[in-house]
C-alpha cells in the first residue's frame, strides 16, 4: 500500500474506470519520473558537456512536466472525464518514451541520464497500462 492508493481507497467518488492498484501504481510511476527526470536535467547542468546535454535537458523538463499534469488529472475523480484522462495518458507515455531514448544515448557517458531513462520506461509503461485498463 501507497499513500496514494490510501487515498483513492477513500475518496468518495471512488478510483474511475480503473482498479486502484493500477491507478495508484501509474500516479506514483508519475510523481517518480517527474523528480528523476528534474534531478536528471539538472546533473546535466552541473556537466562539463552541457552544451551537449541541451536536448537531454529540454526533453528532461518537457517530460517531468507533462508528467506531474498527468499524476494531478489521474489523482481528480470528480467530474471525471475519460477522454481528457485517456489523452494525457497517451502525451505522457509519448514523453516519457522520447526522454527515455534521449537519455539512454547519453547514458554510457551520463550514469544520471541512465537512472532517468529507467524511470521514464517505468512510467511509460503504467501509462499503457493503464490506457489499456480504461479501453
Keep these: 500500500m501507497t499513500v496514494t492508493s490510501d487515498m483513492l481507497q477513500v475518496c468518495p467518488a471512488g478510483p474511475g474506470a480503473a482498479d486502484t492498484e493500477t491507478l495508484a501504481d501509474c500516479i506514483d510511476r508519475c510523481?517518480?519520473?517527474v523528480q528523476t527526470c528534474t534531478a536528471c536535467a539538472d546533473a546535466c547542468l552541473a556537466e562539463d558537456?552541457?552544451?551537449e546535454l541541451r536536448a537531454c535537458i529540454r526533453t528532461g523538463l518537457d517530460c517531468a512536466d507533462i508528467c506531474d499534469a498527468t499524476?494531478?488529472?489521474l489523482s481528480r475523480?470528480?467530474?471525471y472525464g475519460e477522454d481528457v484522462t485517456r489523452d494525457v495518458l497517451a502525451a505522457c507515455a509519448?514523453?516519457?518514451e522520447a526522454c527515455a531514448a534521449e537519455c539512454a544515448g547519453h547514458a554510457p557517458?551520463?550514469?544520471?541520464?541512465g537512472v532517468c531513462a529507467e524511470a521514464c520506461r517505468r512510467c511509460a509503461r503504467a501509462c499503457r497500462t493503464l490506457l489499456e485498463a480504461l479501453r
Excluded: E, F, N
Excluded at 557517458?109 to 541520464?113: F, G, P, S, T, V
Design 71 to 73: 499524476a494531478r488529472v
Design 49 to 51: 558537456t552541457v552544451t
Design 31 to 33: 510523481l517518480d519520473c
Design 109 to 113: 557517458a551520463h550514469a544520471h541520464c
Design 94 to 96: 509519448a514523453a516519457c
Design 77 to 79: 475523480h470528480t467530474g
